[in-house]
């Protein structure tokens, strides 16, 4: 398809964002509509603010993944730090399971802008508040950028003591559920639920 023709599908897509065939004219053509979506500027009709032609944008990009994930999966380390930024909001508002661990490795990026983007969502998100999440934290504070982003210095410290605070109980509470069952090859939450209601 012709350059004008991507650009017209997407124009039209963020003109009617709730219609379905819009959403597939983009999904078929693939990789080449992705790319521009996720690096350009485009007048959203009817949008006066930058920041409302952003919103529109990351919910395009929310309803592409719906349909068709690499938009998010494949354009997450786009050498472009705009379409990097743009695909982690839309990663965080899709809030689809697949997509925490590519946003938490964000926390590797190089843009601030990404990187304030993640911080916010790990302490706005207890879903990705996991392991790997305190690791990449703890080596961001090391960084100099860790002066410069939004979210305090003392509150990422604290995000990394909760997570490791809330792996260290879910751990102490796996080995007693081991030393509970033994060699029944069950759990205390399965024990619980084959109990008698009177007990």
Same mark, same amino acid.
């Given at each position: ?8 599908? $997407?124009?039209?897509?963020?003109? /009617?964002?709730?219609? +379905?065939?819009? =959403?597939?004219? $983009?999904?078929?053509?693939?990789? &080449?509509?992705? @790319?521009? =979506?996720?690096?350009? !500027? ?21 309803? *592409? ?14 050498? +472009? ?16 399971? &697949?997509?925490? @661990?590519? $946003? ?7 843009? $601030?802008?990404?990187? +304030? ?5 790990? @302490? ?17 504070? &090391? ?12 509150? *990422?410290?604290?995000?990394? #003591? /909760? !997570? /490791? ?5 879910? &751990?102490? #509470?796996? #080995? ?11 759990? #205390?939450? /399965? !024990? ?8």
């Amino acid at each position: 398809m012709s350059e004008d023709a991507t650009d017209s599908a $997407i124009v039209a897509a963020l003109a /009617e964002p709730t219609n +379905d065939q819009r =959403i597939s004219d $983009i999904v078929a053509l693939g990789q &080449e509509a992705y @790319d521009r =979506i996720v690096t350009r !500027i485009y007048k959203c009709p009817g949008v006066t603010h930058p920041q409302e032609g952003d919103d529109k944008m990351c919910n395009l990009l929310v309803r *592409i993944a719906a349909v068709d994930p690499s938009i998010v999966t494949k354009n997450m380390t786009h050498p +472009d730090s705009l379409a990097r930024s743009r695909v982690v909001s839309a990663a965080m508002v899709a809030g689809r399971h &697949e997509f925490s @661990d590519l $946003i938490i490795d964000r926390l590797l990026d190089r843009s $601030i802008y990404v990187l +304030d983007k993640v911080v916010w969502a790990i @302490d706005r998100h207890p879903r990705l508040r996991t392991s790997k999440a305190a690791e990449l934290l703890k080596a961001l504070l &090391e960084r100099k950028v860790a002066r410069r982003l939004c979210v305090p210095i003392d509150r *990422i410290n604290e995000l990394v #003591a /909760e !997570i /490791e605070f809330k792996n260290k109980k879910a &751990e102490r #509470a796996d #080995a007693l559920n081991h030393h509970a069952c033994g060699t029944f090859g069950t759990s #205390a939450a /399965e !024990i619980v639920y084959y109990l008698p209601p009177n007990i």
